[in-house]
């Protein structure tokens, strides 16, 4: 069925390195794209989301990649910090209240 | 953003019995949404309330073991019924406060243990 998956589920990064987490959608319909944080006991939260109609979206440390033609979406963190340790997951929209998420990477921050 | 309060946030319940759980939000929402998150897993919608109508269930998803509340613009009710350790989850509920596909708040989650 359609999906939306990750390569890794689990990454482990030097500190002050820089992290890239992969994500794969399979539905050529979704137009929008979110990644989300979620530490241990807490909620999802938003980091950095980007539609269909861009490659590339940038934040405070965090840059999102969006390749259309392979269906694929990347999170990248600049020099990665201890705080950056979490699960991270990718979430596809496709213009209604509805969200797909992927099966999330657990980041670690070695120190 | 939104202000997603959950009660309880984490409970060890009996097998056979029910528990509801609580979400309040900080200002009107049209939808509320609930995911269960099974342990190392990722989110899987359970349901969309609106205020006034029946939730919408996703496949594999029944009002008779989850039924949900959603008597105003602010809450919402999850009730888990007949538990069993397979229910043993984090439930999260969510909304949506801008036009559709933007961002989903979460609240903090429900860590739920069946023993």
């Known amino acids: 069925g359609e999906s939306v998956g990750l390569h890794l589920p689990t990454l482990s990064v030097q500190e002050g390195d820089n992290s890239i987490i992969n994500c794969a959608y399979s539905?050529?319909?979704?137009?929008?794209f979110i990644w989300y944080k979620q530490e241990s006991g807490k909620g999802p939260q938003f980091i950095i989301d980007i539609r269909s109609n861009m490659d590339k979206r940038q934040g405070q440390r965090v840059t999102v990649l969006l390749n259309k033609t392979v269906k694929h979406l990347s999170l990248q963190i600049a020099a990665t910090q201890p705080g950056d340790s979490a699960v991270y997951f990718c979430a596809e929209n496709r213009g209604t209240y509805k969200y797909i998420f992927g099966t999330g990477t657990r980041l670690k921050v070695l120190a | 953003s939104a202000v997603i309060s959950q009660k309880p946030s984490r409970d060890i319940c009996q097998r056979g019995t029910s528990l509801t759980i609580q979400c309040q939000v900080d200002s009107q929402v049209t939808m509320m949404f609930w995911y269960r998150q099974q342990p190392g897993q990722s989110l899987t919608l359970i349901a969309t309330?609106?205020?006034?109508?029946?939730?919408?269930?996703e496949s594999g998803f029944v009002i008779d073991k989850f039924p949900i509340s959603r008597p105003n613009l602010t809450f919402s009710t999850l009730t888990v019924s007949n538990m069993s350790p397979e229910d043993s989850s984090i439930y999260l509920c969510s909304v949506e406060r801008g036009r559709v596909g933007t961002e989903a708040f979460f609240g903090q989650g429900t860590r739920l243990t069946v023993v």
């Open positions: 539905n050529s319909a979704s137009d929008y």
């Open positions: 309330a609106n205020q006034g109508s029946e939730a919408t269930y």
